[in-house]
């Protein structure tokens, strides 16, 4: 019973996967929140990087992918691990620095990964995942797999040289690759407007003769339909595009941010902005969901991160002896 | 049969038979392609594989070894040429914190296939941009694996190795040894990836050299011999894991330890090797000082004079080992 007025996503994408999504959306959300409760309580140490209030950006940019297409993603990257199909309990428990955790407890929240499920992994270099998107768009294109990447990078790393070395040289041999960039306006403390020399990074695409466009990045609808064009484009062979998802992050940088650089009234007009219920309004309205079920979600969402943390916290640590194992796949003699 | 080709013809024999053995084997590097490689290594390879697999890559270091990394890491085994060793400072962010670490950092999900060749040293006139032997600066990184081949029969079986190898290996080509003949076996052979080579045996001294300068020490030795001085000559071939045995073993025999290697003298795989000898038993059988040959402290400079000034030549190490012997050190 949908009309062309109704949003893309409604019109686009089943029930299931929008509910899926919306349930994603709380997921992450929830686990970002788990995430630093447990740092606050000295349960994780080190620092870790919150997507809060970017969830419809992680989750419009993965409802269209399946296992065997590929993410990579930035330090910020909780999101996008989750969004990819993460298991929250091996999550928490790389985070809690355990066995059981995604990458062995050696990783933590910089580096985690899912490569199972297509996520790369998360990157502590500003724009180090780029060319990496760019070789496995390489190698998918030269082994037939149809398989598209995806690039998560911030603002902060359009200004790397490695995010223009990449997009040339993704445009020059047509690879099947997606740059998605989570503009959330600072790059650490340094906004756009001081460190970046054109208004919108979609801009920069114009440099690559690579399509580019600027969404609402808190509108799931508007992310999710601008990647279903540009994975569309890859998988035809016509090449790679650049997304430029317009966001807002309400934690700090990391955990040592003081919010010195920007205002309680900018953080309190983008927290109304909330993706959230912006994503469940719009169910509702649509009647995918009714208020109670969205209730319900939350709560299981609460519930699932609570079991999550449970299995991080009774899960074994590494053992020291193994502190050189997987540096090389087979040990040195 | 004895057949000899080059250092560059063995190199790229080896290239061929990994690109006919596995498609998921690419080349990369700027112009490898027509052009045959700035050092015409990859040569014609392009006619037989395309450009395809033979790519050229526009001139982004960094970029490109990022994608070599991202390939390596999703299913192929990207063998990627530097133009000139001294590029890798470009991409030092990819090779260091990625190819080296992913693999770690990710407990293990993944291994990175990868080989990059660099062609190093100085020799060619060619100044302090494109004339360094940077391999200590990876040899620091675990996660790594640092080649130096010799001989066109390493340079092949070597090669061959590292691209069986399931992580980066990093395979420093000295520039002025692409022209040496040697004897190459036709077809696939491997030569082991961390073991040294005794290039000549001798009971006075050991001289630990790398690269150009396992030649150059194996002409000191002849005339060393001449004087009553008998050398043996290791060649390293591998400073990342380092043959520690082989060297030891030679050092309990002769005493007396020399190393030489191109490479600035400070800091660098002479003074791996004396505290390799110095914290253990071997120390205890040496009769004189260790000595390090290495680079001038200083840029390499462009004036041919100036130029051999900078790296050890035969006639340094035929005085050091002379003065070592005879007791003047």
Not at chain 1, 12 to 28: A, D, G, Q, W
Not at chain 1, 284 to 296: E, P, T, Y
Request: proline residues 5%; contains cysteine.
């Amino acid at each position: 019973m949908s009309d062309a007025n109704d949003p893309w996503a409604i019109r686009n994408l089943t029930p299931e996967t929008l509910r899926e999504s919306l349930r994603k959306m709380y997921l992450i959300r929830k686990f970002e929140e788990g995430a630093e409760d447990s740092y606050t309580r000295g349960l994780i140490h080190g620092t870790m990087h919150l997507s809060i209030g970017q969830e419809a950006s992680a989750v419009g940019a993965c409802v269209g992918l399946s296992d065997s297409d590929k993410i990579t993603s930035t330090h910020r990257g909780h999101g996008h691990c989750v969004a990819k199909g993460a298991d929250m309990g091996r999550m928490f428990a790389e985070f809690f620095g355990k066995e059981t955790g995604y990458c062995r407890g050696r990783g933590g929240s910089m580096h985690i990964a899912d490569v199972e499920k297509g996520n790369l992994g998360a990157n502590g270099i500003v724009g180090g995942g780029l060319p990496i998107a760019v070789g496995a768009a390489l190698t998918a294109k030269r082994l037939n797999t149809g398989a598209v990447t995806v690039c998560f990078f911030g603002d902060g790393a359009n200004n790397e040289g490695a995010f223009h070395e990449a997009l040339n040289m993704a445009a020059v041999w047509k690879l099947p690759v997606v740059f998605f960039c989570e503009n959330n306006r600072y790059g650490m403390s340094t906004s756009t407007e001081r460190s970046t020399s054109v208004k919108q990074i979609a801009d920069r695409a114009a440099g690559y003769s690579m399509p580019g466009v600027t969404v609402d990045g808190n509108d799931f609808s508007a992310v999710a339909h601008a990647m279903q064009t540009a994975t569309d484009r890859a998988k035809a062979g016509e090449g790679p595009s650049l997304i430029e998802s317009m966001t807002y992050r309400w934690r700090g940088h990391s955990k040592s941010d003081r919010n010195r650089y920007r205002t309680k009234d900018e953080i309190a007009e983008w927290m109304e902005r909330d993706p959230i219920p912006r994503m469940a309004e719009m169910l509702i309205a649509h009647g995918i969901l009714d208020a109670d079920s969205v209730a319900a979600m939350e709560i299981a969402a609460d519930r699932t991160i609570a079991e999550a943390i449970e299995f991080a916290a009774n899960s074994p640590a590494p053992n020291v002896t193994d502190l050189t194992r997987d540096v090389y796949t087979r040990p040195l003699t | 049969m004895s057949r000899e080709l080059s250092y560059a013809e063995a190199i790229r024999e080896a290239m061929d038979i990994a690109l006919s053995e596995d498609e998921r084997t690419i080349l990369m590097g700027e112009d490898i392609g027509v052009y045959g490689g700035a050092f015409q290594v990859t040569g014609n390879l392009i006619d037989k594989y395309g450009p395809d697999r033979v790519m050229d890559t526009p001139i982004s270091e960094l970029g490109g070894a990022g994608v070599a990394v991202g390939a390596a890491m999703t299913g192929l085994r990207p063998i990627f040429e530097f133009q000139f060793s001294d590029f890798a400072a470009l991409a030092m962010e990819q090779i260091v914190n990625q190819a080296a670490k992913v693999r770690y950092m990710l407990g293990g999900a993944v291994s990175i296939p990868l080989v990059m060749r660099f062609p190093a040293g100085s020799g060619t006139g060619a100044a302090a941009q494109h004339s360094q032997s940077l391999e200590a600066w990876l040899a620091h990184v675990p996660g790594l694996k640092v080649l130096q081949p010799t001989t066109p029969y390493d340079a092949k079986g070597l090669l061959l190795a590292a691209i069986d190898d399931p992580d980066p290996v990093m395979i420093f080509e000295h520039k002025l040894l692409y022209k040496m003949k040697g004897e190459v076996p036709e077809g696939r052979y491997t030569v082991p990836i961390g073991k040294a080579a005794v290039r000549r045996g001798g009971s006075d001294v050991t001289i630990v050299a790398t690269s150009i300068m396992v030649h150059k020490a194996l002409d000191a030795a002849k005339v060393l011999a001449e004087s009553g001085i008998e050398a043996e000559v290791i060649d390293l071939r591998c400073i990342r894991p380092i043959d520690r045995e082989t060297v030891l073993a030679s050092v309990r025999k002769t005493a007396r330890l020399v190393c030489v290697y191109e490479a600035v003298k400070t800091l660098g795989i002479g003074a791996e090797i004396s505290a390799m000898v110095a914290e253990s038993d071997a120390f205890d059988y040496l009769d004189g000082p260790i000595v390090r040959l290495g680079g001038a402290e200083c840029p390499i400079p462009y004036n041919p004079d100036l130029e051999k000034a900078a790296v050890p030549q035969v006639p340094d190490i035929i005085t050091a080992v002379r003065d070592l012997v005879e007791g003047r050190r």
